[in-house]
């Protein structure tokens, strides 16, 4: 069987917070409120698109609106890859771990409409054998059935897969699912976000080496500090 490297979007495949801020930005535009910083943006990311709005708008002391989160995601969906790249490093861990017969998937509580639209914007629409979105299935991180089911759609197993990701969600749900989890130091989290992970990468790079070694160690052995690698 294939191993799997189920891979979080936001913070971890990609830079995705310079066009989520833009379109916040709009939507406050649109209300007569003031826009947002980076850090406001990026400590909202994490928990769907649901959250998020909500989120923003609490932030400027106004009530949730259905209307708002419709807006928002709409504009988001059209305009979500002009400002959004892959992280320095991502295309070749990538490439190395498809050379190394690896499957990739993706598991990202953004909206599937969303992640379909960046993915395809990207050029790497037909690289990943699954891609579970924030809405695809009746649950979603933390929850690992949102793992689970990717996992099973890219036809993978949780004995030979490995998480990847840069918020405690993705830690939870990988965990949840029995996968290891490599928390995404570069990403959007916080450094306490890391708690219960296999391993901390601080740069993709490490992943060419961190993903082959976990797979290889037996799943109840050493942890991650035998690799060379801080343990969260
Ligand atoms: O949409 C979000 O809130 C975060 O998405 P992610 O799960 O890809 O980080
Ligand atoms: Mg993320």
Request: glycine residues 12%; contains cysteine; aromatic residues 6%.
């Amino acid at each position: 069987m294939h191993p799997v490297a189920v891979f979080d979007l936001d913070g971890t495949l990609v830079d995705s917070a310079p066009d989520i801020h833009a379109a916040l930005d709009r939507l406050a535009a649109g209300l007569g409120l003031p826009g947002y910083s980076r850090p406001e943006v990026v400590g909202m990311i994490g928990d769907g698109v649901r959250r998020l709005v909500e989120r923003a708008l609490a932030a400027r002391g106004r009530p949730f609106e259905e209307a708002a989160l419709d807006a928002f995601a709409a504009d988001y969906t059209a305009r979500a890859a002009e400002r959004t790249a892959l992280f320095p490093g991502i295309a070749a861990v990538l490439a190395g771990l498809e050379a190394a017969g690896w499957r990739l998937a993706v598991c990202t509580n953004k909206p599937a409409a969303a992640t379909a639209a960046l993915l395809g914007a990207l050029g790497l629409a037909g690289r990943f054998a699954a891609v579970g979105g924030g809405d695809s299935f009746p649950t979603r991180k933390p929850d690992p059935a949102h793992v689970q089911a990717t996992l099973a759609l890219a036809g993978g197993s949780p004995d030979r897969a490995i998480m990847i990701g840069d918020h405690r969600n993705d830690v939870i749900a990988g965990a949840g699912a029995g996968l290891p989890c490599i928390f995404a130091a570069w990403g959007y989290g916080t450094p306490a976000m890391a708690e219960g992970a296999t391993a901390v990468a601080a740069r993709p790079e490490e992943l060419a080496e961190l993903l082959p070694a976990l797979l290889a160690r037996p799943r109840t052995g050493l942890g991650g500090a035998a690799l060379g690698h801080r343990l969260a």
